[in-house]
């Protein structure tokens, strides 16, 4: 019987042991799926704020993007709403100081937009045929802020055609009569049409062209039923510029619109970085939830965003060194150059890659010095040394910080290439710009591009340029303080 009794009891001990190792590799098990710890945990202030610098400068374009779409697709009451996602609105006008959704606007071509949904289908746009001689064009901008792809003057031609706009799920073949297939890595996307505009009495014509552009669902296209709609978006209000600077709830916005942007594999690290202060990840960024330490950290890596491009600004755009040509394109010529990104957000969103458009800005006069509506200046093109371009050139206005157009008497915002029949010219053929607050006189009010009272900046835009503008053969003028 004792004999019995300790083997019982081994037996039983076995079982214990075979029972609290089951429960030991369950509880092992559980724990390798279980969710990560809260990012405050996870990383320590010094790696969050390096992480939200690196985070601000990549998603800044995004977040400023949204707040445009915010106000032109989804907020009614919003003065510069366009209209609903997944139709063509237009404008028959150009861009005056009113129009603020859009920093540094062109004022020279009337613009129409779409902004596009692409999560439950494609879309179709037609574009008519345009007379040669007028430009236009629709510029295809994702959600990071790259151009994928042009119709236009340039791309495609006057004769129209119809192009399908298809999201980054979208496994199908191209229609019969659709001229491209356009894809998008983001399923919001935006189209923006220019068309040019010869002066205030070709309105009506413009008008009639923009009638033209149409935009379908590619099931009504097909004339086949629609299929099941992609689930209402619940926006979430965006923030102003001024806030997008410095308040925590920007990686809101960017965790918001990172949903309808699915991770393109380069970025497959990137995105796990910002994991670890929670964008990207179930639940999302909270800024509230943020202990006193991590949100200064947060905020302190926004600032270290700031002032990286304040110093890059000051370096390489205000010298000339750097420009548009370098900051806006396609997702392959910027190579992830998140800091060009940004600029170019930052200078002018939705600016057109360089076969398309350039923008030679001035922020200083030739001696370096701010330009500011306090001096006066000339902005002389000699003889024979007109903007060489394909389509126009124009010369716009702007007041800093905000980047928007100039209000004034004259209701003027540029010099361009179809006003030079209005300008006096020079006795050698060139032109002289006068740059100024007040009026330079009567006798050359016609040659007047008024400025504000205070801190300036002067944006060419050279559309469809010739190649010796994007070689740098041609050089922009410097204004030259009088």
């Given at each position: 019987m004792p004999r019995l009794h300790r083997l019982g009891a081994l037996v039983a001990a076995l079982l214990l042991l075979v029972a609290c190792s089951s429960r030991d590799t369950a509880n092992d098990a559980e724990s390798s799926t279980a969710a990560p710890p809260p990012a405050d945990a996870a990383v320590t202030p010094d790696e969050a704020r390096a992480i939200a610098k690196e985070a601000y400068i990549y998603g800044f374009p995004m977040v400023d993007n949204y707040r445009v779409q915010y106000s032109y697709f989804v907020d009614r009451e919003d003065p510069e709403y366009k209209g609903g996602w997944n139709d063509v609105h237009s404008t028959a006008r150009v861009y005056t100081p009113a129009d603020t959704a859009i920093q540094t606007p062109n004022s020279d071509t009337p613009y129409s937009a779409v902004g596009a949904d692409l999560r439950a289908e494609p879309l179709v746009l037609t574009v008519p045929p345009i007379q040669q001689d007028r430009y236009y064009s629709l510029q295809f901008v994702d959600g990071y802020t790259y151009n994928v792809a042009y119709v236009g003057s340039r791309t495609t031609g006057n004769g129209g055609g119809k192009y399908l706009l298809a999201g980054p799920n979208w496994q199908g073949e191209k229609p019969e009569g659709i001229n491209e297939v356009i894809r998008s890595d983001t399923d919001l996307a935006f189209v923006l049409y220019r068309t040019q505009l010869f002066g205030p009495s070709d309105l009506g014509e413009v008008e009639k062209i923009q009638a033209g552009y149409q935009v379908a669902p590619l099931s009504v296209y097909l004339n086949q039923p629609s299929p099941a709609p992609a689930p209402a978006i619940d926006f979430v209000p965006p923030l102003?510029?001024?806030?997008?600077?410095?308040?925590?709830?920007?990686?809101?916005?960017?965790?918001?619109?990172?949903?309808?942007?699915?991770?393109?594999?380069?970025e497959e690290e990137l995105r796990a970085r910002f994991a670890e202060i929670g964008l990207g990840v179930e639940g999302g960024f909270d800024a509230d939830a943020l202990t006193p330490e991590m949100r200064t950290a947060i905020e302190g890596g926004m600032a270290d965003a700031w002032a990286e491009f304040n110093g890059f600004k000051k370096d390489k755009v205000d010298t000339g060194v750097l420009g548009s040509a370098q900051f806006f394109g396609t997702r392959e010529d910027l190579r992830g150059n998140y800091l060009y990104r940004m600029a170019g957000a930052v200078l002018g969103i939705y600016g057109n890659t360089a076969a398309e458009a350039i923008y030679p800005g001035a922020f200083n006069d030739s001696a370096g010095t701010?330009?500011?509506?306090?001096?006066?200046?000339?902005?002389?093109?000699?003889?024979?040394?007109?903007?060489?371009?394909?389509?126009?050139?124009?010369?716009?206005?702007?007041?800093?910080?905000?980047?928007?157009?100039?209000?004034?008497?004259?209701?003027?915002?540029?010099?361009?290439?179809?006003?030079?029949?209005?300008?006096?010219?020079?006795?050698?053929?060139?032109?002289?710009?006068?740059?100024?607050?007040?009026?330079?006189?009567?006798?050359?009010?016609?040659?007047?591009?008024?400025?504000?009272?205070?801190?300036?900046?002067?944006?060419?835009?050279?559309?469809?340029?010739?190649?010796?503008?994007?070689?740098?053969?041609?050089?922009?003028?410097?204004?030259?303080?009088?």
């Open positions: 102003t510029p001024d806030q997008q600077r410095t308040s925590p709830q920007f990686f809101e916005i960017l965790d918001f619109a990172m949903r309808f942007a699915p991770t393109l594999p380069e701010p330009l500011t509506g306090a001096d006066r200046y000339v902005y002389r093109f000699p003889s024979g040394q007109l903007p060489p371009v394909n389509a126009f050139w124009s010369l716009t206005m702007y007041q800093l910080p905000a980047s928007q157009l100039v209000e004034n008497p004259m209701q003027r915002y540029l010099i361009n290439s179809a006003m030079l029949p209005s300008l006096v010219a020079d006795p050698d053929g060139g032109y002289t710009v006068y740059i100024q607050h007040e009026s330079p006189g009567i006798e050359k009010e016609s040659n007047w591009l008024p400025a504000p009272e205070g801190p300036f900046a002067l944006v060419m835009r050279l559309y469809w340029p010739k190649p010796d503008a994007l070689n740098g053969t041609w050089k922009a003028p410097q204004p030259e303080k009088v």
